[in-house]
């Protein structure tokens, strides 16, 4: 049982390129969730799949897509990389939206230059 | 819209010293406040979690926390600190379990301990 799982674990990018995060979860979770976080700001949510087949807008989507591939993936985007995008993501899961304890992967490190 | 405020970007305590880490949350409904910890290039792991059962919540390593409503807080202690809580501490807070809340993190307590 692995929990949450992401790849890769670290990248570098240069501005203008794209790239797909990955995320896994093995424990039949309706939620996902994708985050960043920077130093001092704590995890903001960047998007959101409440179920198979729906996803939202967190606090900070901009220059984010995401795809709910089938109820163990989602994937977050990055269709032209921008400096500001240099963070750690960190992808979580849940049983359900509200209320429940989300689990988190072990986190992508992303530098843009 | 709910918000969490944890008092102190960092923190250090001698081991065996008392931990105390504050954090202060804003809702107009009674709220399922979250401790979570994160150690170093970790993801972040639950400590524990209130949920209205009980006003104080033990969790994981001998950690525990005390929701006090007139006050809107829910700080997290630890008796006694040990080498292996130095980590970076997130409480987060969601209002209610009605409707589609989302997890609204605070921007994390650092705590260093002094051997």
């Known amino acids: 049982n692995a929990g949450v799982t992401q790849t890769p674990k670290f990248q570098v990018l240069k501005t203008g390129q794209s790239m797909t995060l990955q995320c896994a979860q093995d424990?039949?979770?309706?939620?996902m969730y994708w985050y960043r976080q920077d130093p001092g700001m704590g995890l903001r949510l960047i998007y959101y799949?409440?179920?198979?087949?729906?996803?939202d807008k967190g606090e900070v989507p901009n220059g984010y897509n995401v795809s709910r591939l089938n109820k163990r993936e989602f994937s977050l985007r990055l269709e032209s990389a921008a400096p500001s995008q240099t963070s750690v993501y960190f992808c979580a899961s849940s049983e359900f939206l509200a209320g429940e304890t989300q689990y988190f992967g072990p986190g992508t490190r992303l530098l843009v230059l | 819209a709910q918000s969490v405020t944890q008092l102190g970007s960092h923190v250090s305590v001698s081991e065996g010293a008392l931990v105390l880490l504050r954090c202060n949350y804003s809702s107009s409904v009674p709220p399922y406040l979250f401790w979570y910890v994160q150690y170093p290039n970790q993801g972040l792991q639950l400590l524990l979690k209130y949920t209205s059962a009980a006003t104080l919540v033990k969790g994981i390593n001998g950690f525990e926390a005390e929701f006090k409503k007139s006050e809107t807080s829910f700080h997290l202690t630890k008796p006694s600190a040990h080498m292996s809580d130095a980590a970076e501490y997130f409480c987060?807070?969601?209002?209610?379990?009605?409707?589609?809340?989302?997890?609204?993190f605070g921007t994390g307590t650092r705590l260093t301990i002094i051997p």
């Open positions: 799949s409440a179920s198979e087949g729906t996803t």
């Open positions: 424990m039949n979770h309706n939620s």
């Open positions: 987060a807070v969601i209002p209610s379990n009605f409707g589609n809340e989302k997890l609204t």
